[in-house]
């Protein structure tokens, strides 16, 4: 059985890639991911608030704050509290490519151009076969419209993607109003690939203090719902490659990412679940059902359930909401 794809332009072993997570921190758990079947790994992300952060300090000799209000500075993390500082993060990724022999993926997380663009460079020169810009961003400003957040995220991946030559993926939130068009505008302006989706934590209220308590839980199997229906929609026009990132826990969690037309999935709340042994587990599960099903390798059973057969695709979507509607009774 062939499990061999391609994503960014690089060719892996299997579809199974580890995603940005607290798991690619140290270089021996990397490579117990890569003993384990992980075709590749995306590294934490290092964000614009703190490559910034740092920026301002090298050239006032003080920790400036992260916005121009004052108290900006209690919302965000100190410049010692992130785990990975900028130059510890570009000597880790030749750490990687010493001890791995799968490609390694640099992380940058940001939502406006700046000078904190510079990094996807160095990342390059530090060795990484691609880099994944995550948009994280919430717009709460109600007299910016969605037009122009997409015009300001557009024109960060424009930089990002004229500063290299390695290929560059984009990681969406789910809430574009056009989630398609939006990629496609993507692959105009350079990238590589798109990975669906971001998960947006939401906060909770603690009642006793009246305070936002930050709160972050594993992902399930109910949360690739979503993805599943994007991709479907996304990958019959898309050139580039499409990564499912979000409710990947068992083999069939693979399979119908893989239906819809995802060339990867991403791992990581599986992973920290079970540990990097879960990946042989899903690698079995997937070579099974392909066996069962009489599919020789990937390239047979992606897309095969995406919705390039239905004449049109937003009618069949509201078929089916209307169809679901129409099943509950009381």
Same mark, same amino acid.
């Given at each position: 059985m062939k499990l061999?794809? #391609? !994503?960014? *332009? &690089? #060719? &892996?072993r299997n579809p199974l890639v580890v995603g940005a997570s607290p798991l690619c921190d140290q270089p021996h758990i990397a490579r117990q991911l890569q003993d384990a079947g992980a075709s590749a790994v995306v590294m934490r992300s290092l964000f614009e608030e703190q490559i910034e952060t740092e920026q301002r300090a090298l050239a006032f000799h003080m920790e400036a704050p992260a916005e121009c209000h004052a108290e900006a500075t209690s919302y965000f993390v100190r410049h010692d509290e992130y785990l990975f500082q900028p130059d510890v993060y570009l000597r880790r990724i030749g750490e990687y490519k010493k001890t791995l022999t799968i490609p390694v993926i640099a992380s940058l997380n940001g939502c406006r151009p700046g000078g904190w663009i510079d990094y996807a460079r160095r990342f390059e020169c530090a060795g990484a076969d691609a880099i994944e810009l995550n948009l994280y961003q919430l717009a709460t400003d109600p007299t910016i419209s969605g037009a122009n957040i997409e015009a300001e995220m557009l024109a960060t991946v424009a930089s990002v993607v004229q500063s290299v030559k390695v290929p560059v993926a984009v990681k969406l939130s789910p809430f574009h109003t056009a989630?398609?068009?939006? %990629?496609? @505008? $993507?692959? #105009? %302006? *350079? @990238? @590589? *690939? @798109?990975? &669906?989706?971001?998960? $947006? !934590?939401?906060?909770d209220f603690n009642l006793e203090d009246l305070e936002v308590n930050p709160q972050i839980k594993l992902s399930d199997s109910s949360e690739l719902l979503l993805r599943l229906r994007w991709l479907a929609i996304i990958s019959p026009h898309k050139r580039g490659s499409l990564a499912a990132s979000g409710g990947v826990h068992t083999a069939e969690d693979v399979i119908k990412a893989l239906l819809a037309g995802a060339d990867v999935v991403q791992l990581v709340s599986v992973l920290l679940r079970y540990g990097p042994q879960v990946i042989s587990l899903l690698l079995t599960g997937l070579n099974a059902w392909m066996d069962d099903h009489g599919y020789a390798n990937l390239d047979e059973l992606r897309g095969a359930m995406n919705l390039k057969r239905c004449p049109d695709a937003s009618a069949f979507e509201r078929a089916n909401y209307i169809r679901i509607l129409q099943s509950w009774k009381v």
């Open positions: 061999e794809t #391609k !994503y960014l *332009g &690089l #060719k &892996l989630p398609a068009e939006f %990629v496609l @505008a $993507l692959e #105009k %302006v *350079g @990238a @590589a *690939g @798109a990975v &669906l989706f971001n998960r $947006l !934590y939401q906060p």
